[in-house]
């Protein structure tokens, strides 16, 4: 028997149940910042068990399809949380060809990758969303200006639960998913980077 995954099982109709009577305090107590405050501590305990759940089962459907709307989804998405960061956000999907992808599944690895990049951006940086499509496959790119993670660090950042800095926020769920994600759909996901010239995760994909 798997036990982490038992528990994460067994411990997602609890968190349900609490969340409901949480959802209903905040109703009666609008104006409580603690209630508020339990319910998003709550959200993100919910949060980190699907993650966990999904990364030896990534739900995914595979097809031929047309990037196009993703890049105008994630561009919509994130230009306003870019300009909030005081970072520039640049979208450019025109070497996109038809790729063979499940969209749920490419708008979460995407999701990830792009908001790493901000995360890790310093004021004034640019991030670039990119598609070059060559010989049978398509190459989506998020690149960043930001620090860049050392080739020692490199190694195991798509692991489950790493983290460079153990203080920073976040579980180190993210990239371990979206390379299960990625491999799902027939593809791959990669890093290059240089300390203190920045990140480039490469998502390929099978083209038409
Ligand atoms: P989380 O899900 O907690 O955001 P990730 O799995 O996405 O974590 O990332 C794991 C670690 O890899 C992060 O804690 C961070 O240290 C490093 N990392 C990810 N993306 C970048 C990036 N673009 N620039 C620098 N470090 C990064």
Redesign the pocket.
């Known amino acids: 028997m798997d036990l982490p995954r038992e528990l994460a099982h067994e411990i997602q109709a609890p968190l349900t149940s609490l969340e409901l009577r949480l959802v209903k305090l905040c109703d009666t107590l609008p104006q409580s910042e603690l209630a508020q405050d339990c319910l998003r501590e709550l959200d993100a305990l919910k949060r980190l068990v699907v993650d966990f759940l999904a990364l030896d089962a990534p739900e995914v459907e595979p097809s031929l399809g047309a990037l196009g709307p993703v890049f105008s989804a994630l561009e919509k998405r994130f230009l306003p949380i870019a300009s909030a960061r005081r970072v520039t956000l640049v979208v450019d999907g025109s070497g996109a060809r038809d790729a063979v992808f499940d969209r749920g599944a490419l708008e979460r690895v995407l999701t990830?990758l792009v908001d790493?990049?901000l995360k890790?951006s310093a004021v004034d940086g640019v991030v670039h969303l990119r598609a070059r499509g060559d010989d049978g496959r398509v190459e989506l790119e998020v690149r960043?200006e930001?620090?860049?993670?050392a080739p020692e660090a490199r190694e195991h950042?798509f692991e489950p639960f790493?983290?460079?800095?153990r203080e920073?926020p976040?579980?180190?769920?993210?990239?371990?998913i979206s390379k299960r994600l990625a491999e799902a759909q027939g593809g791959s996901l990669r890093c290059d980077s240089e300390l203190g010239r920045g990140?480039s995760?490469i998502v390929t994909l099978a083209a038409s």
């Open positions: 990830n790493n990049a890790f960043d930001g620090a860049g993670i950042i790493y983290r460079v800095d920073a976040g579980h180190g769920l993210g990239l371990a990140s995760f």
